[in-house]
Every structure is written in C-alpha cells, then in structure tokens.
Nanobody, 115 residues
Framework: QVQVMESGGGLVQAGKSLRLYCNCT????????MAWYRQAAGKQRELVAS???????ALSDSVKGRFTISRGNVKNTVLLYMNSLKPEDTAVYYC?????????WGKGTLVTVSS
C-alpha cells in the first residue's frame, strides 16, 4: 500500500517562504499524479499544485508566480516551494498521490501565515 507523508509546515510571516515535503513510499516517477491540496478553516479542500509521472506541472491561479512544485533529488519526494506567502495561504496542506487507479492522502501539515 502506498503511503504519502507531509512535512515542513509551520508558522511564517507574510512575504516569507516555506518549503513543504511529501515523501512517498513509491518512486514518484511511477506515480500517475502527485499533488498538493490545501484546506483552510471553514472552506473546501482545493488543488494547489500537481505533477504527473511525465513531469508535467500545474498550479492553481491563486498561487501562480509564487509557488513551485517539483520532484526532489530523492526519487520518492515531491516539494512545494512557497514564496511571498500571504495570510490567505493559511491552511492545512495535504499531499495526494494517484497510483494504479487508487488515491492516497497524507494526514496534512499546517501552514500559518501571520500578517
């Protein structure tokens, strides 16, 4: 069974940067799609960024120009680079993996951006 585990969340001031890590028990290149979602208090979970097995990336409009998703140097890691953070980026960030038609979610990591 595939497992995905997030790390790297925390408290940061607006305008600063933070890096989130998603570790997967499978090689990322063999996972059909990996993504970062986030859920703010009282809101629905939303897609932030994704990367497919062929390396194609996508970002939501709300984070374009500020966030970057990439595969890490370690073959089973996906990173989310978050720059110019805003208070509205405050949320629990979840790692997601689609592998052999099954969806896998991490438990989430909290990112809090103070103004």
């Amino acid at each position: 069974q595939v497992q995905v585990m997030e790390s790297g969340g925390g408290l940061v001031q607006a305008g600063k940067s933070l890096r989130l890590y998603c570790n997967c028990t499978e090689r990322v290149a063999s996972v059909t799609r990996m993504a970062w979602y986030r859920q703010a208090a009282g809101k629905q979970r939303e897609l932030v960024a994704s990367v497919t097995s062929d390396g194609t990336t996508a970002l939501s409009d709300s984070v374009k120009g500020r966030f970057t998703i990439s595969r890490g140097n370690v073959k089973n890691t996906v990173l989310l680079y978050m720059n110019s953070l805003k208070p509205e980026d405050t949320a629990v960030y979840y790692c997601y993996g689609l592998y052999n038609g099954m969806e896998y979610w991490g438990k989430g990591t909290l990112v809090t951006v103070s103004s």
